[in-house]
């Protein structure tokens, strides 16, 4: 299986919260991160969390990190259609400098 | 504001030639990225470069090649172009081996006929 799993695709309706949801399999993961990528466009760093940590906010972000499930989620609070992108999981193993990526989520906000 | 440029936006290459991808990072960052982004794939790392003259395979290195002759300057070539690889490029830069640190350039998008 995958290293690194996303659901493909999510609707949400504008000023609805979304939420992003991501599972790795590596317990050994050091950071995990979420970057945006809108199209045309490369990808932008959005935030990471260390393996360390629960949770992380950052304005309307929410990352949560359940370690014994190997989730990961970012929640968007009052999701605008400027918010529509796809956005990729991404995770760094201890020892290692390579990261995994996941297929990436496209999110479609409508109004 | 980092800024890391990809020679092409959009590039259309017949089967057989020989394809340079070029991308340049303006903040003297020591490590250099090559992906590749497919559709349903997400990102796939082919080469990358954590100094002048050093390369390393990434997970799909078959029928690339890469060089970092200059500290700011990272190369993809394609010897022989075929159609699977046929895909958007996409580089990196970052000053750390954390993945925290990276900046992407805009993409090329490679249509091989």
């Known amino acids: 299986g995958e290293d690194v799993e996303q659901s493909l695709f999510l609707s949400v309706r504008e000023g609805d919260s979304s939420v992003i949801n991501c599972t790795y399999t590596?317990?050994?993961?050091?950071?995990l991160y979420w970057y945006k990528q809108e199209p045309g466009a490369g990808l932008q760093l959005l935030t990471y969390?260390?393996?360390?940590?629960d949770m992380k906010q950052d304005q309307r972000l929410t990352v949560l990190l359940n370690k014994k499930d190997k989730h990961l989620s970012l929640r968007i609070a009052d999701t605008q259609t400027g918010d529509s992108a796809i956005y990729f999981c991404?995770?760094?193993?201890?020892?290692?400098?390579?990261?995994?990526f996941g297929r990436g989520t496209s999110l479609i906000v409508h109004p | 504001d980092v800024k890391v440029t990809q020679s092409s936006r959009y590039l259309v290459k017949r089967t057989g030639e020989k394809v340079f991808l070029e991308c340049v990072q303006d903040?003297?960052?020591?490590?250099m990225f090559w992906y590749r982004q497919d559709p349903g794939l997400g990102l796939r790392l082919i080469y990358f470069?954590?100094?002048?003259?050093?390369?390393e395979k990434g997970d799909i290195p078959e029928g690339y090649s890469v060089s970092r002759e200059k500290k700011e300057r990272f190369s993809l070539i394609l010897e022989s172009a075929s159609t699977n690889q046929t895909s958007m490029y996409l580089c990196?830069?970052?000053?750390?081996?954390?993945?925290?640190?990276?900046?992407f350039g805009p993409g090329t998008r490679l249509l091989v006929l």
């Open positions: 969390i260390f393996s360390n940590m």
């Open positions: 991404a995770e760094i193993r201890r020892g290692s400098y390579i990261p995994t």
């Open positions: 990196a830069s970052s000053l750390d081996r954390g993945l925290e640190t990276q900046y």
């Open positions: 470069s954590y100094d002048v003259k050093m390369k």
């Open positions: 590596d317990s050994s993961s050091t950071y």
């Open positions: 903040m003297d960052h020591e490590n």
